[in-house]
């Protein structure tokens, strides 16, 4: 038979024998149990005891009634008494486990007859005639003679069934002194098998010890420090090398454990690999930091870990420590070297991404600027020249009304191209940082109502609904001019892409420590991507298809208002709802956070 069958076997056969050990003796417990809860006699189940008192009950009633026919024997009081005492004795009998018992004793019927003689037994008790008195004996006597059969056959039944429980427990006797004999048998199996298992420890160890020796002297000139641990890891290895690069000598390591030998055994990676090691894996850590005593500049090994078997079986492990100081100055001066030529690869790899990125914006700005610029401006030109065409054509038939209609319209168009010219220019100003913020307190439900009354005389046809802050007004600390083209740039956009017939609302209020001009309109935004894509330079969303414009107002909407402290953001709902909200400083919080920095700064 191989180790490991042996082994094996040595595992199963004790684990085997434990079980067997536990069935028995949960067996014997669980009979225990039963014999103890058979031999268990309730009161309430004692059937010979309870007709016996309400046998003795009825008989004394009997006999007070009959003392009761002389007056001067017994008192009324003594005969209700035995009365109640009858009372209490039946209603016991005729009562749950008691009833059931006389019921399969076969006098259930006698006892329900004998209930429904109560009533007249109660009169005659109650009555003071002497012949009435005899009456109750007479009632009493087929009671009585029901109760002793009754006792007869509850003693019968009680005996058989106390029979029966000794022959069941005799059995489960025995066979609880079979168990205990099984648990003998088990124990003194257990008991050899531990024998036998010590015996078998004392030869491995002195089968260990000599090895150990013989590897002592093959490892004792190795120029690698070597360290041997037991799987409690107590040292049981500590050759020359180690002494020379950890300062201690063999004496003061063998057979204590690494942690008490050096904290530098102590480091959790190293306690790891040694772990793996127990578990059969083989570790590597290189370039570990070593402190010397007495030395501020730390040494760096190399360690490796190997498992100790003894066959298949792991008893410890073995670490060779390898200095390797030398050869990590050289790699870290190599490494040095190297670091620093990937910084400034990696440094000049990032300025020419940088610059190809911005030369790509460039261009991708540029050519849709083209494409804009090409589109929007063509559309005014071709109507003045449509326009001027005409003019020259049918000038001899024109009215004056149609010379002014057709000159209007080149003029409404060169406006309109004026415009388009005015805000590329606005941009770039802004772009250049040439644009100024001359901030000061302004009235915004002022501005705002000028506007929506301004923007009414333009579009007649568009419903424009105002709401002010209630009591206090709307100041703002901002720039005016850079406020009323942002207003006017936004309430534009809601005229411009609302449908016909539907309302626009201007509310302006107070929010915390702001000033805001909500302007909404019905309206959708196709693509919810588009929703910050809005707010790009040359930028037109997927509804903006037929109306004029470069895409510039909005970003210079927003970049003005950050520019002053405040913000342009946009709310859409399901409910097709799109609202623009302009937030500025609130002139009264700037003059609360004024004050209070001017006291702060006050001396003391």
């Not at 690069?245 to 959790?268: E, K």
């Not at 793996?276 to 930091?289: K, N």
């Not at 870290?332 to 990937?342: G, Q, T, V």
């Not at 953001?569 to 302009?582: H, I, P, Y």
Request: aromatic fraction near 6%; include cysteine.
């Amino acid at each position: 038979m191989s180790r490991s069958a042996r082994a094996l076997l040595g595992v199963i056969l004790p684990a085997l024998t434990i079980v067997i050990f536990v069935v028995l003796l949960a067996f014997s417990l669980m009979r225990l149990s039963d014999i103890e809860r058979d031999m268990r006699i309730e009161a309430t189940q004692n059937m010979l005891w309870v007709i016996s008192r309400a046998h003795v009950a009825s008989l004394q009633l009997g006999e007070a009634a009959a003392a009761r026919r002389q007056p001067d024997d017994t008192d009324r009081s003594a005969l209700e008494l035995r009365y109640n005492v009858f009372l209490s004795r039946l209603a016991l009998l005729d009562d749950g486990p008691q009833r059931r018992q006389m019921e399969s004793l076969g006098f259930g019927e006698a006892l329900d007859g004998f209930r429904r003689n109560l009533p007249e037994l109660s009169a005659l008790v109650a009555s003071p005639e002497p012949d009435d008195l005899h009456r109750v004996r007479t009632l009493l006597v087929p009671y009585n003679e029901m109760l002793g059969q009754a006792a007869n056959k509850a003693m019968i039944a009680e005996w058989d069934d106390l029979g029966t429980k000794l022959d069941t427990s005799r059995a489960q006797l025995w066979q609880i002194i079979v168990s205990l004999i099984g648990i003998s048998l088990a124990g003194a199996a257990l008991c050899a098998h531990f024998l036998m298992a010590i015996r078998d420890a004392r030869r491995r160890t002195r089968l260990l010890d000599k090895e150990k020796a013989f590897s002592e002297l093959l490892i004792g000139s190795s120029g690698e420090g070597i360290v041997a641990v037991d799987l409690d890891r107590r040292c049981t290895v500590w050759n020359e090398a180690a002494e020379r690069l950890f300062g201690l000598p063999a004496t003061r390591t063998i057979g204590r454990t690494l942690d008490d030998v050096a904290g530098f055994f102590q480091i959790d990676r190293l306690r790891q690999a040694i772990g793996d090691a127990f578990g059969g894996q083989h570790a590597v850590l290189l370039d570990q930091p070593f402190f010397p005593a007495g030395q501020a500049e730390p040494l760096y090994v190399d360690l490796r870990c190997f498992s100790l078997r003894d066959d298949e079986r792991i008893i410890g492990s073995i670490l060779l420590i390898s200095d390797v100081t030398e050869r990590r100055a050289a790699q870290r001066e190599i490494a040095r070297h190297r670091d620093h030529l990937e910084h400034l690869v990696q440094a000049r790899t990032q300025e020419l991404d940088a610059a190809l990125t911005r030369e790509r914006a460039t261009a991708e700005l540029y050519r849709n600027f083209g494409t804009m610029i090409s589109h929007q401006f063509r559309t005014p030109l071709a109507i003045v020249d449509s326009a001027l065409q005409r003019l020259m054509r049918r000038s001899d038939r024109l009215s004056p009304a149609e010379v002014l209609e057709r000159g209007g319209r080149a003029r409404q168009a060169i406006s309109r191209l004026i415009r388009l010219v005015e805000s590329t220019l606005d941009a770039a100003r802004l772009d250049t940082g040439q644009i100024e913020i001359r901030a000061q307190f302004c009235d915004l439900g002022q501005l705002a109502a000028d506007l929506c009354t301004r923007q009414t005389e333009q579009t007649p046809e568009k419903r424009i609904a105002i709401e002010l802050n209630d009591g206090e007004a709307a100041i703002a600390y901002c720039d005016p001019v850079h406020a009323e083209n942002i207003l006017v740039n936004l309430l534009s956009n809601a005229v411009k892409y609302s449908p016909a017939d539907t309302p626009i609302r201007v509310a302006v209020s107070i929010a915390g420590d702001g000033v805001e001009c909500a302007i909404s309109n019905i309206g959708c935004i196709a693509c919810p991507a588009e929703r910050d894509a809005l707010f790009e330079r040359y930028f037109r969303g997927s509804n903006a298809e037929g109306h004029p414009g470069i895409g510039i107002g909005l970003y210079m909407a927003r970049t003005l208002a950050r520019m002053q402290s405040g913000d342009v953001r946009l709310e859409a709902g399901d409910d097709e709802q799109v609202t623009f909200t302009l937030s500025l400083p609130h002139a009264q919080a700037l003059a609360k956070d004024s004050s209070a920095a001017a006291l702060l700064s006050e001396p003391a």
